[in-house]
């Protein structure tokens, strides 16, 4: 998983858990005592050790759980806290750095091998092929995308390839152009702010 994701994932969580006690105390016609909101968070949090997608902030999820369960600990000060620091994250992570995160994506979880791409190269099917040049020109010095990436693909379902880029969140894919009869393709990957 990559860092980017893992950061989404525990900011979905923390988010997910503080929306949940919002709900519980805007519901509750009485005072909530901090012990109460302690109690209502490490609730919603404990199933998430044992469920799988949450493998990978089992830790994180631990220490909130013992962090409210703590005597005089305050969750939910500290997923508030902890949530800022996720935004900020989020806010710093560049354009460059999406990139390089999508490729692993697609290559460790999906298979699709990526390559730089030159005039002698000889292309191989349902590897994606970057352009250097697009590299070169398509980022600024801060890592943010200022023009779209192209990607060069041989594959039987570009529009497959598509749908998993998209569902990253990490750019939005558009398929420029496609030769039916021999399976290539070239898509371009536009920041998802510009969308």
């Known amino acids: 998983m990559s860092k980017e994701n893992y950061h989404q994932l525990l900011s979905d969580v923390i988010e997910n858990s503080l929306l949940h006690l919002y709900g519980q105390v805007a519901s509750n016609d009485h005072f909530v005592p901090l012990a109460k909101r302690n109690t209502l968070l490490c609730k919603y949090l404990k199933p998430k050790l044992k469920q799988p997608e949450y493998k990978v902030i089992k830790g994180d999820i631990k220490r909130m759980v013992l962090a409210g369960q703590r005597k005089g600990g305050d969750l939910e000060a500290k997923l508030n806290e902890l949530y800022t620091l996720s935004l900020n994250y989020q806010a710093k992570a560049n354009d460059a750095q999406s990139l390089y995160d999508l490729l692993n994506i ?16 000889k292309a191989e099917p349902g590897v994606i092929y970057v352009l250097q040049d697009h590299l070169e020109n398509c980022f600024e010095a801060n890592g943010k995308q200022i023009a779209p990436v192209s990607m060069l693909i041989e594959h039987e379902s570009v529009s497959s390839l598509i749908e998993l880029i998209n ?25 998802i702010t510009l969308k």
């Open 106 to 121: 697609l290559l460790h979880e999906h298979g699709f091998d990526s390559k730089m791409f030159y005039e002698s190269v």
């Open 167 to 191: 569902g990253t969140k990490l750019f939005f894919a558009e398929l420029k152009e496609c030769n039916e009869k021999t399976k290539q393709a070239h898509i371009e990957l536009h920041p």
